[in-house]
């Protein structure tokens, strides 16, 4: 089939599916307008006269068939792109007509059958739309336009548009679904689902319109179990219309017998669906609560301490990758996405500075994954850059309420996260104008400014392999030139924060490392001189991918088992990789670890040794020296954690080794209480022979894969 065809064939069966679509009194209709829509690009003002290319909606404009050229980069080609398609709604409009569109950017202008029926500049949050003026029923033809600009400085520098120091093209597009919601009234305009696990019960709220003269609203509930539909709890209440601006708000709380709590290792799901007698509205939630704890700095998920192992996605760095496609958009490849994590021992995941899909939340809430959700703010340091003048903390109290609106049924997001890497006043100000609007009260984090509660958390970035890419390590060697003398994570907050105090917030470790190779394996633009100096000028790919992994995984266990931090989590999982070039804008900055993003293979050494290090039940040698004297009598420090909450019982196994032959070992039987960590110590002589040798600790358990951890060191004669 041709691809002509295809398309035609695309826009029939959409078509054809919203003429069937009919709107029922009492019942919502939710008509998708998601699919080929026609593009065109030109200026601001003006509409263009033919739409000759099509492009897949939700997706970006670099899709469009034929290609337009230069889609991303700041040009002279055009000023913005048009989005056009028609759509028919049987039967009469009822009193609730209004069109949303999740996310697009950058800034909109919607027009409706000829008429501008709204604007949007936000290019993060929803805009939702009163179109029943506009529209048209009975079978007519409705004709849908959406301009975007067609750059990130198409908004005002009032309007946080996605800066990223290491992104080189900010592609627009309509990147969400768009969606006709048709209703009566009273309508249900959100709902916010608040659990209270300790009573067994969940708290609802949210807002009704209603225009009528009737002062009573009654609402039906009925709670059921997400997966397989059985009615859990039913019942209703009244409601009193009080504000003069046709707004009631409603709260009520539902009682859930022997509820079944939410987590990564159990994501059970309950669905709520709410009737007016107008309006019908379903949402899903977990029943789960989560914290940080201000004296011991863990985090707590559901009363228990819970340690948060993960990594990191950064949806709009992958836009600009040359294999994305449309990936981000295929449900079953997101959700594999989030397995494969799920493989690697990760139930954490920040979405880094910047809002994926917004079907990838309700994967996250089904396969079970934490989400530090970060808006899409990065300027760095005052003293270095400029953050826009215009950008204030009421322009962001908007967006931060429109963003949490949006998520706050999601049991997945545990951390609403303001900010990436920044110092600044304004987001600070903004969290503490929105958060008390979070009935759940999850954490905040404010990047390198200060925290905004003693309960939020404090991300901090320790890049230790970064002063590589000036140097050579000393001759102890990389691990314990910068791991041994180091107890906890620095190169964060305290370092940066305006009114230079000190705080004791928990903290997060959301990226470390400085290691990055791209997919082909070769350096980034920010890693090609670590490798020189750690490997010389002629290393091999496959040198470069075990040291890669290697230090790595001994830079994860070293953090995780001197348990100083709430969370340990990787940078980053999804990215783009740009191996185009050694500079910039060629070269990318930062990768993933995929050897085919298409197919989610891991590089082997990376899924092998990075997977191991995130392991709930984790082994570390606590020695980092690459040199021993000869005969030394040494003693080795072992230690072990047990992320899981049950105790372990194993055995421990110390031995030294060269070229695969054992010459001394010891063995330990033990338990690792849950949530222990413990350390174990062996006593022994290094070798006196100089070569190469190797330490192996090895945890043992019945049913499970050993644990292990591996150090390398060579003995020197004395001169």
């Known amino acids: 089939m041709n691809i002509k065809f295809r398309k035609v064939i695309c826009t029939i069966v959409a078509l054809v599916f919203l ?10 209709k939710v008509i998708n307008l998601d699919g080929t829509w026609e593009i065109a690009e030109g200026t601001l003002g003006v509409i263009p006269k033919e739409f000759s290319h099509r492009v897949p909606v939700p997706g970006l404009a ?21 989005y056009r398609r028609t759509f028919r709604v049987d039967g009469a409009i009822p009193e609730m007509a209004i069109l949303k569109i999740h996310k697009a950017k950058y800034g909109m202008q919607i027009y409706l059958n000829g008429r501008v029926v709204g604007e949007h500049l936000p290019c993060f949050t929803p805009v939702f739309v009163d179109v029943k003026e506009h529209l048209k029923g009975k079978g007519a033809t409705n004709e849908l336009i959406i301009r975007v600009g067609a750059f990130r400085t198409s908004v005002p520098d009032s309007i946080p548009s996605g800066w990223d120091f290491e992104k080189y ?45 009737a002062k009573k609203i009654r609402v039906r509930y009925t709670l059921c179990e997400a997966s397989t539909g059985k009615t859990v709890i039913a019942g209703e209440n009244t409601f009193t219309k009080t504000q003069k601006n046709d707004s009631t708000p409603f709260e009520f709380v539902i009682p859930i017998k022997n509820c079944r709590l939410w987590s990564p290792e159990d994501p059970y799901l309950y669905k709520l669906l ?5 309006d019908t509205c379903r949402t899903r939630f977990g029943m789960r609560s989560f914290r940080f704890d201000d004296k011991t700095g863990w985090a707590v998920l559901n009363g228990k ?26 449900k079953e490849w997101v959700r594999k996405l989030h397995r494969k994590f799920k493989e690697m021992h990760w139930n954490s995941i920040r979405y880094c500075i910047g809002f994926p899909p917004d079907f990838w939340y309700d994967i996250a809430d089904e396969e079970g994954l934490l989400i530090q959700d970060e808006f899409p703010i990065w300027y760095g340091h005052l003293r270095k850059n400029k953050w826009p003048v215009g950008l204030n903390s009421e322009e962001l109290e908007r967006e931060y309420t429109a963003w949490m609106r949006e998520r706050w049924n999601h049991p997945c997001v545990v951390v609403w996260d303001a900010q990436n890497e920044t110092v600044t006043k304004e987001t600070g100000k903004a969290i503490q104008a ?7 009260n999850r954490p905040w984090d404010n990047g390198w400014s200060e925290p905004q509660a003693e309960t939020d958390c404090m991300e901090t970035h320790p890049y230790l392999f970064a002063p590589f890419c000036r140097r050579k390590p000393s001759e102890k060697g990389p691990l314990v030139e910068l791991l041994n003398s180091i107890k906890i994570p620095h190169n964060g907050p305290n370092d940066h924060c305006i009114s230079g105090e000190k705080f004791d917030n928990a903290i997060i470790i959301n990226e470390y490392g400085w290691l990055w190779l791209n997919r082909n394996g070769t350096p980034t633009v920010l890693t090609k001189g670590i490798y020189k100096n750690l490997l010389g000028e002629s290393s091999t790919t496959n040198q470069r991918r075990q040291i890669y992994a290697k230090y790595l995984a001994a830079s994860t266990k070293y953090w995780r088992c001197h348990r100083k931090c709430a969370g340990v989590l990787h940078f980053c999982g999804l990215g783009y990789s740009r191996a185009w070039g050694g500079k910039r804008p060629e070269g990318g900055a930062t990768s993933d670890s995929f050897l085919d993003v298409e197919t989610l293979e891991f590089e082997p050494m990376f899924k092998q040794y990075v997977s191991e290090a995130f392991a709930p039940v984790c082994v570390m040698i606590d020695e980092w020296s690459e040199i021993l004297p000869a005969g030394e009598v040494r003693e080795f420090p072992v230690f072990m954690v047990n992320d899981l909450y049950d105790n372990v019982t194993a055995t421990l196994q110390f031995r030294v080794e060269q070229a695969q032959r054992t010459i001394w070992q010891q063995m330990k039987s033990l338990t690792i209480q849950g949530l222990e960590r413990k350390k174990v110590t062996f006593k022994t002589k290094v070798p006196e022979s100089a070569g190469t040798y190797q330490l192996v600790a090895e945890l043992k358990r019945d049913g499970h894969p050993p644990a292990r951890s591996v150090r390398i060191f060579k003995v020197e004669q004395p001169k």
């Open 169 to 213: 093209r900010y592609i627009p597009g309509i990147y969400d679904s768009v969606k006709l919601i048709l209703s009566g009234r009273p309508y249900i305009v959100n709902i916010q689902t608040a659990p209270e696990i300790n009573d067994s019960r969940v708290r609802v709220t949210g807002e009704i319109s209603n225009k009528g003269k």
């Open 274 to 278: 709410l009737d007016t007698g107008g």
């Open 305 to 330: 301490t819970y340690y948060m192992r993960g990594t990191n996605v950064c949806a709009y760095r992958f836009f600009e990758d040359e294999s994305r496609g449309n990936l981000p958009w295929r």
């Open 19 to 28: 003429t069937q679509t009919d709107w029922a009194a009492g019942e919502r």
């Open 62 to 82: 670099d899709m469009a068939e034929p290609a337009f050229e230069k889609v991303g980069f700041e040009n002279n080609l055009r000023e913005a792109f048009w």
């Open 434 to 440: 929105v958060r008390h609007l979070d009935l759940s």
